[in-house]
Nanobody, 120 residues
């Protein structure tokens, strides 16, 4: 069974930086687009950034110029470099990926979530 495994969350001061990683575990045929979403307490889950297999990216307006999404297609890993972090970036961050399984079934996967807290 293919899963997404996230790492890199934690506590950081305002203005600081943090990098999140998300890798697939298990055998699959191909990973298509990947992305990061976040959910703050009392709010709905929202898109942070997405990246296609060809590395076309799109970002939420609130993170443009501060966050960078990238991927490694060999290792089926997606990264989120977060700079100039603000308290309002505090949330649980979820990795998302659209994949094709070994039986060529298209699946949407979610990671378990990693907490990012921006506070002094």
């Amino acid at each position: 069974q293919v899963q997404l495994v996230e790492s890199g969350g934690g506590l950081v001061q305002p203005g600081g930086s943090l990098t999140l990683s998300c890798a697939t575990s298990g055998s699959l045929f191909r990973v298509y687009d990947m992305g990061w979403y976040r959910q703050a307490p009392g709010k709905q889950r929202e898109l942070v950034a997405r990246i296609t297999r060809g590395s076309t990216t799109n970002y939420a307006d609130s993170v443009k110029g501060r966050f960078t999404i990238s991927r490694d297609n060999v290792k089926n890993t997606v990264f989120l470099q977060m700079n100039s972090l603000k308290p309002e970036d505090t949330a649980v961050y979820y990795c998302n990926a659209n994949i094709a399984s070994l039986s060529l079934t298209n699946l949407e996967l979610w990671g378990q979530g990693t907490l990012v807290t921006v506070s002094s």
